[in-house]
């Protein structure tokens, strides 16, 4: 089955620590994206990557770091620097920047 | 800026109601719009994707219309039923960046 699969569903971190998100997809899609979601607000763009080897910033960046060595993989990592990172984490895909976006299960992050 | 809203924020009908589901966006400048669907706790589902050159787009009971021009998208959905109770979220591709824009979503519930 073709999808995007992210990994671990529930993350607990604590202070001070650097934690990585991983997100994978097999449709062969060029660009993956990293969004944040909060209650009552709508998705907030992190990253975005168009190409293997090439990311921009989004909306949200601070705090937050990524690498595309592969086409299929985009791990995000929230780093210490992100002072309020108790969010709801999804990865998408699109076979071109402005196709249609799949999303994936996503990753709950709890601060403890 | 690309401003997305949908209104009303949370909704509730009997089972087999229509539902219409609004979205409007600040600039009608845009490449495509997406119409999505997300259970609590959970990834995004994608419902209908419009191109800027559509004026609808149908699958089974849902259809989506777009109105470029008044800036405005809607969602129906026929013959409600309990199994459509979600957050149905619209997302404007502006048609000069990248970014998707979400609303913040509609919540519907359909009573049995």
Not at chain 1, 33 to 50: C, V
Not at chain 1, 54 to 78: C, H, M, N, W
């Amino acid at each position: 089955d073709g999808g995007i699969t992210q990994s671990p569903k529930y993350l607990f971190r604590k202070e001070g620590q650097n934690v990585t998100l991983s997100c994978e997809q097999n449709l062969n899609h060029d660009a993956m994206y990293w969004y944040r979601q909060d209650p009552g607000q709508g998705l907030r763009l992190i990253y975005y990557s168009q190409i293997v080897n090439d990311f921009q910033k989004g909306d949200i960046a601070e705090g937050y770091s990524v690498s595309r060595e592969k086409k299929e993989s985009f791990p995000l990592t929230v780093t210490s620097a992100q002072k309020n990172p108790t969010a709801f984490y999804l990865c998408a895909s699109s076979s071109y920047t402005f196709n249609e976006q799949f999303f994936g299960p996503g990753t709950r992050l709890t601060v403890l | 800026k690309q401003e997305v809203t949908q209104i009303p924020a949370a909704l509730s009908v009997p089972e087999g109601e229509n539902l219409v589901l609004n979205c409007s966006f600040t600039d009608s400048a845009i490449y495509n719009l997406q119409w999505f669907r997300q259970d609590p706790g959970k990834g995004l589902t994608s419902l209908l994707l419009i191109q800027s050159s559509q004026r609808e787009q149908t699958s089974g009971r849902l259809n989506a219309s777009l109105d470029k021009s008044s800036g405005r998208s809607t969602l129906y959905i026929a013959a409600s039923q309990p199994g459509d109770s979600a957050t149905y979220l619209c997302a404007v591709h502006p048609s000069n960046d990248y970014k998707l824009s979400f609303g913040a979503g509609t919540t519907v519930t359909v009573r049995a």
